[in-house]
């Protein structure tokens, strides 16, 4: 596996993905494959050997330059994608095209060229989970977390997207022999995240004065992983990984977003209840949780940041060090935020 082409290689987890590649295996060259959306920055590549990382400017959803790549290279594992549920609320139209239209043209040129494929996909095609006090005996029991064999019951347009997305690669590798894996991973922290989601949007917030906005009570439940984690868990996948099956990635973060917020405010100095209760997220997922028994017990995987807290300070200090990598857009996304009382 000697050329590899990550799409979406530029945004959040995939440029981690990237530095986690140059770092760990030299024998590798990328090739980062990115339409540079307002998600995607060039920043994140920066210092990267120039002779061991390419970048391509470019769409997945362009089927003649995905094959020109394609033809040239072991393996494709694909990041790009429309990533926040909000902006899937406000206009689902680029969640279609290039979470699913993107993903097809992708598998296409995998299948002409017999290039080894990986998806990164999300927890959240399995819908939500009850909180675990509603769960008879508080959810000690079977069913608490998501596994390989939950229903998928994707809740906004961009889970659906991503479930979308997911049901073609089974196609491609049922159908037409594709080479495929995929992984279902629970929610990214660390550098290089957009101020857009939830925990760099509360840090940044701080840092600028402004109050953070928690959606509704706070009781929604994710299941953190650090992002390095969850790149060595897709190193781990691409090299040893089943051909056509899907592991489940987490690190038994689970945490209610109250209980987060009150720990970034902690952390960086303030009281604990100096934030705003906003407009809750229409169709909010209540809690999320993965089982990684699989990717565990057969890949011999296991999370290396098991204090979140510390993983939590290193990420306020990134965001604290990096001002100039956010502060130009915080105006501007915390004016949409705005607009829905958010
Ligand atoms: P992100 O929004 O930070 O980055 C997405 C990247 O894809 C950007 O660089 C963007 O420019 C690029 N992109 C978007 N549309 C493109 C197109 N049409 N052609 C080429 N490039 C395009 O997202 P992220 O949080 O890093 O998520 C990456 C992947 O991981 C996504 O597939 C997401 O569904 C999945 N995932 C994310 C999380 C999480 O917690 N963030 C958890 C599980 C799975
Ligand atoms: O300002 C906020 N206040 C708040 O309370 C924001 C932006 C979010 N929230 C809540 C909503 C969620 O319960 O925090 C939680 C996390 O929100 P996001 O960061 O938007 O993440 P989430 O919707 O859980 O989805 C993330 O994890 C799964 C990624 O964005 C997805 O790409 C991934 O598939």
Avoid at 162 to 184: E, G
Wanted: proline residues 4%; aromatic residues 10%.
């Amino acid at each position: 596996m000697k050329n590899i082409i990550v799409t979406g290689g530029a945004g959040f987890i995939g440029s981690n993905f990237v530095h986690y590649v140059v770092n760990n295996h030299p024998e590798v060259h990328v090739v980062v494959l990115d339409k540079l959306t307002y998600a995607g920055n060039r920043a994140n590549l920066a210092g990267l050997p120039a002779d061991r990382v390419e970048l391509v400017v470019g769409d997945i959803c362009d089927a003649e330059l995905v094959d020109r790549l394609v033809s040239k290279a072991d393996a494709v594992v694909h990041y790009a994608a429309e990533s926040h549920n909000d902006n899937s609320l406000i206009d689902p139209t680029p969640f279609i095209q290039t979470n699913i239209v993107g993903t097809y043209t992708l598998l296409q040129a995998c299948r002409k060229y017999d290039v080894r494929f990986h998806h990164i996909s999300t927890d959240e095609v399995y819908g939500d989970l009850p909180l675990r006090e509603d769960l008879p005996g508080h959810g000690e029991g079977v069913g608490e977390k998501f596994t390989p064999e939950s229903r998928y019951n994707p809740s906004s347009p961009y889970s659906s997207s991503k479930a979308s997305s997911d049901l073609l690669v089974h196609a491609w590798v049922r159908s037409f022999d594709l080479k495929a894996t995929i992984s279902n991973c629970s929610n990214n922290y660390g550098p290089y995240q957009h101020i857009e989601k939830f925990i760099p949007r509360q840090i940044t917030n701080i840092l600028s004065g402004i109050r953070p906005k928690l959606y509704g009570s706070g009781k929604n439940v994710r299941d953190w992983i650090h992002t390095n984690d969850h790149s060595r868990a897709v190193w781990t996948i691409l090299t040893k990984g089943k051909i056509g099956e899907v592991y489940l990635i987490g690190a038994d973060g689970e945490k209610d977003n109250k209980a987060v917020l009150e720990m970034i405010l902690e952390l960086m100095g303030q009281p604990k209840d100096a934030y705003d209760q906003v407009n809750d997220r229409p169709g909010h997922d209540l809690r999320y949780a993965i089982d990684s028994t699989k990717l565990r017990e057969e890949l011999g995987w296991r999370p290396e940041y098991t204090d979140f807290q510390t993983g939590l300070k290193h990420t306020i200090d990134w965001y604290t060090e990096h001002e100039d990598w956010w502060k130009s857009e915080k105006a501007a996304v915390e004016a949409k935020y705005a607009k829905n009382g958010q």
